[in-house]
């Protein structure tokens, strides 16, 4: 589903559209990839109120340039967003998400809508600024809830006889990866972990998951690439190719957002058979993420996309009725 994907410095990246959309947050990096856009339609997603770090100069910010900010997401989500893409009569309209400060529901419900909206002949590209490193909160969070991120993501085709097998992102959040491997006890697990930026982030990941001793249980860990999406992506499908006969699969998307992007896919890949779940945490205060110097892309294949979409939305409707 990945037609290409890469790194680039951001002072340089291509990010000439027609429609760039980004999340319009607290984090540092907010408005990092839209100050080099050029497009007629930049689409800011406001995220829920938080007002620490960055959050009032960044919506300041976006005042000032003009950017179309989106305060009801779920009526973009349901009239305003097609409404913009009939305004444009290109048959090559070309569509630009960063994803880098958007929150992974709302992410994977703006990749959903994107994939059954958008027309064949259209460039959809996904952008990841990554953040810079700096010294995580190692206070243990609370796991408030873990769960499907959606009912189309819930796994409704699974086999109960079956073991379960759990995928799982890391990231640097203190002892959360053993929490979730604790409470599902799977028979086993992979945990994955991306590499490629920083020396440092490799280290605070190791510290934030004990080394990755996951001591009592079947788990194996393996490095990801965050700058090669379409390479982590065929990666981790031929793993779950090998896995999904034999054990029902649930992937927990933490650590890079580029991760939960890839989880998205993998979902279309094996529509009813894996089941992404959420993991929602509770902080004192979020840490802020500033910008690293360079940004991550994927370029997707929209007739595939728009394909495995199509059949994810007829399994789950058979399964409805």
Not at 67 to 73: N, Q
Not at 236 to 244: K, V, W
């Amino acid at each position: 589903m990945i037609l290409s994907s890469g790194s680039t410095s951001i002072s340089t990246a291509e990010l000439e559209c027609d429609i760039f959309i980004y999340a319009l947050g607290f984090e540092s990096r907010s408005l990092t990839l839209s100050r080099f856009a050029k497009s007629s339609r930049i689409i800011a997603l406001k995220m829920p109120e938080y007002r620490i770090h960055k959050y009032i100069e960044n919506v300041s910010e976006a005042e000032f340039l003009g950017h179309h900010i989106v305060h009801d997401f779920d009526r973009f989500l349901r009239i305003e967003l097609n409404e913009i893409l009939l305004e444009h009569q290109t048959n090559d309209l070309k569509i630009y998400f960063d994803i880098s400060s958007i929150n992974r529901v709302m992410m994977f419900r703006v990749l959903a809508e994107l994939s059954r909206l958008c027309r064949s002949n259209y460039k959809l590209k996904i952008l990841y600024c990554p953040a810079a490193f700096s010294e995580p909160d190692w206070r243990f969070p609370q796991i408030e809830s873990l769960g499907p991120i959606g009912p189309e993501f819930s796994g409704y085709n699974a086999d109960p006889s079956k073991p379960l097998c759990l995928i799982l992102g890391l990231g640097f959040e203190p002892g959360v990866s053993m929490g979730i491997i604790s409470q599902l006890e799977p028979s086993a697990s992979f945990c994955f972990w991306g590499t490629g930026s920083d020396s440092r982030f490799d280290q605070a990941v190791r510290r934030a998951n004990f080394d990755f001793e996951f001591t009592g249980f079947n788990t194996r860990t393996i490095s990801y690439i965050v700058s090669d999406p379409q390479g982590s992506f065929q990666m981790i499908e031929s793993l779950i190719y090998g896995l999904a006969r034999n054990f029902n699969v649930i992937l927990v998307p933490m650590g890079p957002k580029i991760f939960s992007f890839l989880a998205y896919l993998l979902a279309l890949t094996y529509p009813g058979d894996l089941a992404i779940w959420r993991a929602q945490q509770r902080r004192i205060q979020p840490s802020d993420a500033k910008p690293d110097k360079n940004a991550v892309y994927a370029r997707l294949d929209i007739p595939t996309l728009k394909h495995r979409a199509e059949e994810q939305s007829r399994m789950l409707g058979q399964v409805r009725s």
